[in-house]
């Protein structure tokens, strides 16, 4: 045995606060009208201010809406490692790879389609805005619609087990994803005076090419490393975000300002 720590708890970051369209007739891109761009005729595109913020119909317009750019890979693969999936109207069901789809919620994974029901709609809702079809007249414009997902349950509800991500991580990986989605998080468990065995994972992954993302949270406090010694326990980083080798994703306003709560 080299170390014993607790079963820490993590908690999902909410979607609804993170991505909030607000509905606007100006959004501009560059300088020109979002309009110049071959707008996708999703009804609910032109109230996703932060797809121009983001340059993806620049993206989009030089062919870049998550297939692989080299042989042999057809597609990109996105682990979501969330609350699991639910069929949906705006999500390609070729899309989904189902037969790898798993559950790691219990003691004992299952795996299949059926193993990944989202009972809380967390990961549906973050696959969405990944992934969700672009030109079918539906919903939203997802930011890659022609990756991959595969679905990793890891939650029931808004909290859950750090032991569940330790299986998690390490399925993404085998079954070849590209990029690893985390819109979860806890307070650094180094600060907490443990060894945290989340970061060995997070940089294997990354070692091996694996990109990582993470969520920074909804609670306003910093993710950086440092953050906990000059502002006291309320600031201690929130991992994995707070990662060197993990993309924290923050949230800001339609007017590039930090959000409040990000």
Not at 43 to 51: A, I, K, S, T, V
Request: proline content about 6%; glycine content about 8%; hydrophobic content about 40%.
């Amino acid at each position: 045995i080299e170390y014993i720590i607790p079963n820490f708890t993590l908690y999902l970051s909410d979607t609804e606060k993170t991505f909030t369209f607000p509905n606007t007739a100006d959004n501009v891109y560059d300088g020109a009208e979002l309009s110049s761009y071959n707008n996708p005729d999703d009804p609910l595109y032109q109230e996703q201010w932060n797809l121009p913020k983001l340059e993806i119909p620049y993206a989009w317009t030089n062919g870049f809406e998550g297939q692989a750019v080299a042989e042999p890979i057809e597609s990109i693969t996105v682990a979501v490692l969330d609350s699991g999936l639910n069929e949906h109207i705006d999500l390609d069901n070729d899309q989904i790879l189902w037969d790898l789809a798993a559950n790691y919620t219990s003691n004992t994974p299952s795996f299949g389609k059926s193993a990944v029901t989202d009972i809380n709609g967390h990961g549906t809702s973050v696959s969405g805005i990944i992934a969700a079809s672009k030109d079918n007249s539906e919903g939203i414009s997802g930011i890659a619609p022609l990756v991959k997902i595969l679905p990793i349950k890891v939650t029931d509800g808004s909290k859950f087990s750090l032991d569940n991500v330790l299986e998690a991580i390490p399925y993404a990986m085998a079954k070849g994803a590209d990029v690893i989605n985390m819109s979860w998080g806890m307070r650094s468990i180094n600060t907490q005076g443990y060894v945290d065995p989340l970061k060995p994972l997070c940089d294997q992954a990354s070692a091996s090419g694996v990109l990582l993302l993470a969520a920074a949270g909804n609670d306003g406090n910093k993710t950086d490393a440092s953050a906990w010694i000059q502002f006291g326990i309320e600031n201690v980083p929130q991992i994995p975000a707070a990662y060197d080798n993990v993309i924290g994703v923050a949230s800001t306003t339609q007017d590039d300002k930090l959000s409040l709560f990000s």
